[in-house]
């Protein structure tokens, strides 16, 4: 994070150079880039803090979360309470705690989504805008920008003591004075916008948070963790393939992390297999091809199921899949709430920083005195291999957010299997992908 000097600098050198030298602190990290067949090059592109931190992810867990039962009605049509004797003798609660848990989940996904998830997409413009007033104001106008300004202002006309003094010089330190004023205040802007865009996903999230208790008291009475309670009442072995489903699914996700935390898909296009009772699989990544666990487990289950199920207990064995699904969905959505939350503080505490040191510039640079001529010549090459630098940074995370946008716009989704119809993730009236 670019970061406010404690000790103002007194003169507009090094106050300069202190708001270019990386100006976008960890909002980006340069990937390096595998191509889909999973060759590596030598290719590295930027990537946004908010996809490192699991914002795609978070967009599809919500798909999944409001592909349970949105309403009671719904629910004990889906799964009749006296289609569910065995669950009713092992606990007489247990039927209406399920109901409950899922109906709320559905409901805070439902709402998170309606309510915090196009702020994202506001984060992502307000950033645009900033990165892209930078560029242009930096380099961009020719003699008019920064980079014009200050070679106008350590040429040979200003170079003799006494000649800040000259009417042009000052008129021309007060342009750039007024440029850093200006850009200051875009960025605290952009900041304070974020944080208040921030401060409502939160309490958004704070509802999906808050379900963890009365989820896990429903998944535990299951038995979904250790296969006892009432997974065990069905068979004696249908507890095995369900974790062990669980767990192939959950070794290959880390695989996958530890994996994209050095690489990006060189096409930029993510896509996500469903499994219908675990969630979603990430499947953009070459690396699939030789993870075979999930894919050897999935059928497993299924055959399973399909030897054990009855007209008895086949609704037994749905619902017991639909709470496996609930407790591994709302796990990746509370982790990636929790680190979105973080890429946000980060986005939003850099943009103050940034407006914080070009406010210091501004209030140095309007003294147009003899200090700012000698400042300026003494630090010119620093300011201006500053300043491209900082333009570098700017591009980068303009480019890394352009990405995510059009990313965003077009995730694809597939079912494990050709019979699996996955959940899309865009509603009808928003096919284009746009919020």
Not at 6 to 23: F, H, M, R, V
Not at 68 to 74: K, N
Not at 367 to 396: C, H, M, P, W, Y
Request: aromatic letters at 8%; one cysteine or more; proline letters at 3%.
């Amino acid at each position: 994070m670019s970061t406010t000097n404690p000790t103002s600098p007194t003169d507009i050198g090094q106050a300069l150079i202190n708001a270019l030298n990386n100006p976008t602190g960890s909002l980006t990290r340069s990937m390096l880039v595998i191509e889909d067949d999973g060759s590596c090059s030598s290719q590295k592109r930027p990537r946004f803090i908010l996809q490192s931190y699991g914002y795609l992810d978070l967009r599809v867990s919500l798909v999944a979360g409001m592909s349970f039962p949105a309403d009671t009605s719904s629910f004990e049509t889906l799964y009749p309470k006296a289609s569910l004797s065995s669950l009713n003798s092992f606990d007489p609660l247990l039927y209406q705690e399920t109901e409950t848990a899922i109906v709320d989940f559905w409901n805070s996904c439902n709402e998170f989504s309606s309510y915090a998830l196009t702020n994202f997409w506001t984060v992502f413009a307000e950033t645009q805008i900033l990165c892209q007033s930078l560029i242009g104001q930096l380099t961009g106008a020719g003699a008019a920008s920064l980079q014009g300004m200050i070679s106008t202002l350590t040429s040979q006309t200003y170079s003799q003591p006494g000649s800040e003094n000259d009417p042009q010089f000052k008129s021309l330190a007060q342009s750039v004075s007024e440029m850093f004023l200006n850009l200051s205040q875009q960025a605290n802007q952009k900041a304070t916008s974020i944080q208040s865009l921030a401060a409502t996903i939160a309490a958004q999230a704070s509802k999906i948070q808050a379900m963890k208790q009365e989820i896990d008291s429903v998944v535990k009475k299951f038995g979904l963790n250790d296969g006892d309670n009432y997974i065990v009442t069905l068979d004696a072995t249908f507890d095995i393939n369900q974790i062990d489903l669980n767990n192939s699914v959950k070794e290959t996700q880390v695989t996958i992390e530890n994996w994209e935390r050095e690489l990006i898909q060189a096409n930029g296009a993510v896509s996500y297999i469903w499994i219908p009772v675990t969630g979603w699989l990430s499947a953009s990544n070459p690396i699939l091809s030789m993870q075979n666990g999930f894919r050897m487990a999935w059928p497993k289950y299924q055959a399973h199921i399909a030897k054990k199920s009855t007209d008895t207990n086949k609704t037994a064995y749905a619902l017991a899949g639909a709470v496996n699904l609930l407790f591994m969905q709302n796990g990746v959505l509370r982790d990636k709430l929790r680190s979105v939350g973080v890429a946000l503080q980060e986005i939003q505490s850099t943009f103050a920083a940034l407006g914080g040191n070009l406010g210091q510039a501004a209030t140095l640079m309007a003294a147009a005195d003899g200090s700012v001529r000698t400042s300026l010549i003494a630090n010119q090459q620093a300011i201006q291999a500053g300043i491209t630098k900082a333009v570098k940074e700017f591009q980068d995370t303009l480019s890394a957010v352009q990405t995510l946008v059009a990313v965003d716009s077009n995730i694809q989704t597939t079912g494990i299997t050709a019979d699996i119809n996955a959940p899309s993730v865009y509603s009808e009236d928003t096919a284009d992908g746009n919020l």
